[in-house]
């Protein structure tokens, strides 16, 4: 069983996106048996909070079905529960460094390495811009996916 944890800062915008995408695209090849997904948040200030209404939005645009998720705080037990942590920019790779003392088993990532890009996912926090968070995020997944399912 492959488990993943997507992370971003807040865990309301990217990370809840690829996780919501990445559940459905397992679905769709009838390998949910074969996968654990989740997301988490680096930082807490939107612990607690409901999926930014932009996330929402997309989602329901791209008939991705999604739960009442809630942002959490990744947490210590996440590191030896979870194969692959995967982050959406460098911040994040660098508080789980933080947070767990290094990764000695090799499993934070960032999405879009699966691409062969080293970019960060686009912030639509900052930017506004879902469409093109989307882009990454479905990209992302896809390749991620597409390497897992081998």
Known sequence: MHKILFICHGNICRSPMAEMFMKHIVSQKG???NFYIDS???RRDEIGNGMHYGTRTKL???NIPYTDHRARLVNNEDYSFYDLL???DEENVDDL???FRG???NKIHKLMEYTGSRRDVADP??????DETWDDVSTGC???LEQLAV
Do not use: H, S, V
Request: with cysteine.
């Open 31 to 33: 390998l949910e048996k």
């Open 40 to 42: 988490a948040a680096c």
């Open 60 to 62: 329901n645009q791209m």
């Open 86 to 88: 995967i982050c959406m």
């Open 97 to 99: 460094n933080y947070k």
């Open 103 to 105: 990764d000695p088993e």
């Open 125 to 130: 926090w900052y930017t506004g811009n879902f």
């Open 142 to 144: 896809r390749a991620l």
